[in-house]
């Protein structure tokens, strides 16, 4: 079968039969992935050697790339060394205006880099746009925003009046990043803009499979203003790259396992040098018993098989009230059986394709062993080959126990849990029974109930009537993990200033801090021991 037929398929429903053709016309992966645009990507990225990536939705190759070595990496390092020096005394208003015009150039140009995402990811186009969507929010959050968390600020000093004190923001350097697979344009754009407008150079390591989306991102900064060798990039095998990349930077940001995370955390650590880890999750959603049972139906949808479940705040498991569990549990089952599965370069699809086959072996063995110790499908838990060779239906299982490794084990697929329960507190208590703590969900009519339930959950988003994007998309707060979905945070201050290191300048005036004015060492304890009980006094911090 061509890569042309393949891409022009129907959209599916998670029955057997075809809905309707795809549009006449539809582009395939020859039409947008061309030698032109191949070449005008990869261009300055450091590789000797050859790679290639692949299409999940036919599995055939979509380009061949350079491969990066250690010295290219290297390489790397010192041309975005060089290239940090001068951008970081480039004044922070033409930095962030690089910023407010890469927003602009993402929402103008967002059709080409949503044919990228979907071909790299196999992803439905609704859930491509997604990226686009968290891209332009934070190009936009920190184009304004940079200048007020960067300033120099003033804080009191040592004494009143005689201690001048100024916290200053410096660049780390070079930071090193790590984008995995399954949001190459959010989770390598969004994180290296805050960097960037703080001053720092990078060196990116998209994953290979994923990478032309990255490089895509990479080449409108440049389009937008960036000079060309502070964002550089290197492609290559995980194992072998990445710790090339650990190796040299002066900071590491790293999106992916909970497994690698702790060994990159242990290499950065080793260096003294510092990492934020946006690891796994088996996040859970609660159905409280005054939900709006039909809205938590539709959200469940996008909250367990967005992206075929492919996202770290993806919901996993799914606790429902016994009062309301048989309602929501026929509506949801009814939504999921008629989403339809597809994978043409257009809106319509509910969900696309898994990424590859290792994760299909994962979601197939985790539904497989569940269902031969006891659990029950009630939706979904079949492969689909006719539509493409990693396409799984969306999953609803049932009667999951300890220890079946869906219970416990992060499935990364299109396969939910349901659980009944009878009182909040088991339901807050099950949900935070796992080593994860990274996103939750719960959904109530009482906003305040809402709100105190969120509270008790240890993790470091959780969302109210509605699945992961309120919480992500809010980029005035911090979004990562508790346990071991991380360290450190994305977005709002903290997602700014830990690319930066804080330098505090004191100024002393007029008097030492020392005794003085012909005090012997009793008199001038006895004299600071009266300002201090003064200062408290007077209510100072």
């Avoid at 079968?1 to 549009?23: F, I, K, R, V, Y």
């Avoid at 609660?286 to 075929?308: I, M, N, P, T, Y």
């Avoid at 994860?436 to 969302?463: E, F, I």
């Amino acid at each position: 079968m061509t890569d042309s037929q393949t891409l022009e398929q129907a959209t599916h429903t998670t029955g057997t039969n075809p809905l309707a053709a795809a549009p006449e016309g539809a582009r395939t992966a020859a039409d947008v992935v061309t030698p032109e645009l191949i070449a005008q990507l990869t261009r300055g990225v450091a590789g000797s050697g050859r790679t290639a990536n692949h299409t999940p939705f036919t599995g055939e190759k979509l380009a061949d790339l350079p491969e990066s070595t250690p010295k290219d990496v290297q390489h790397a390092f010192a041309a975005a060394r060089a290239a940090q020096a001068v951008w970081a005394r480039t004044p922070l208003r033409q930095r962030a205006a690089v910023l407010l015009r890469f927003h602009d150039l993402v929402l103008e140009r967002q059709a080409e880099v949503l044919d990228l995402i979907q071909l790299e990811t196999g992803k439905a186009r609704l859930h491509a746009h997604e990226e686009v969507q968290a891209v332009a929010v934070a190009a936009r959050h920190y184009g304004r925003t940079a200048a007020a968390f960067l300033r120099p600020k003033r804080h009191a000093g040592a004494v009143p009046a005689l201690t001048r004190v100024t916290e200053l923001r410096h660049p780390r350097g070079v930071i090193g990043q790590i984008v995995p697979w399954n949001y190459p344009l959010e989770l390598s754009v969004g994180d290296a803009m805050p960097a960037l407008v703080a001053g720092n150079a990078i060196v990116m390591k998209p994953d290979t499979e994923s990478c032309l989306t990255a490089l895509w991102a990479r080449d409108l900064l440049i389009e937008a203003g960036l000079p060309a060798d502070v964002l550089q990039a290197v492609i290559g095998v995980g194992p072998v790259v990445g710790p090339e990349v650990v190796k040299h930077a002066d900071y590491v940001s790293f999106t992916g396992s909970t497994r690698t995370g702790r060994e990159v955390a242990t290499a950065a650590a080793a260096r003294l040098v510092g990492a934020s880890l946006e690891l796994g999750g088996k996040n859970a959603m609660l159905v409280l018993a005054d939900a709006d049972v039909e809205k938590a139906a539709a959200g469940a949808v996008r909250a367990c098989f967005s992206s075929a479940g492919q996202l770290c705040v993806s919901i996993e498991r799914l606790y429902v009230h016994e009062s309301v569990a048989d309602t929501f549990v026929a509506r949801f089952a009814a939504r999921t059986k008629g989403m339809r599965l597809g994978r043409a370069l257009a809106y319509g699809a509910d969900m696309g394709s898994l990424v590859g086959g290792q994760q299909l072996e994962t979601t197939k063995r985790h539904v497989e062993e569940a269902v031969a110790k006891g659990a029950t499908v009630l939706a979904g838990g079949v492969a689909r080959p006719d539509i493409g060779p990693y396409f799984y239906e969306p999953t609803i299982l049932e009667g999951v126990e300890a220890p079946m490794a869906v219970c416990t084990e992060e499935t990364f697929g299109p396969v939910v849990s349901v659980y009944r329960f009878s009182s909040e507190d088991e339901a807050v208590e099950r949900a935070n029974s796992t080593p994860y703590g990274l996103n939750s969900s719960v959904w109530t009519k009482d906003a305040r109930r809402g709100r105190a339930v969120a509270a008790r959950l240890r993790t470091g988003t959780v969302n109210i009537n509605e699945g992961y994007a309120s919480a992500y998309g809010s980029v005035q707060s911090p979004m990562g993990g508790m346990k071991d979905s991380g360290l450190g945070r994305r977005h709002g201050a903290e997602g700014i200033l830990k690319y930066t290191e804080a330098q505090t300048v004191a100024q002393q005036r007029l008097l030492p801090m020392a005794p003085s004015l012909g005090m012997d060492d009793e008199r001038y304890a006895a004299l600071m021991s009266r300002s201090l009980r003064l200062l408290k006094a007077l209510r100072f911090r």
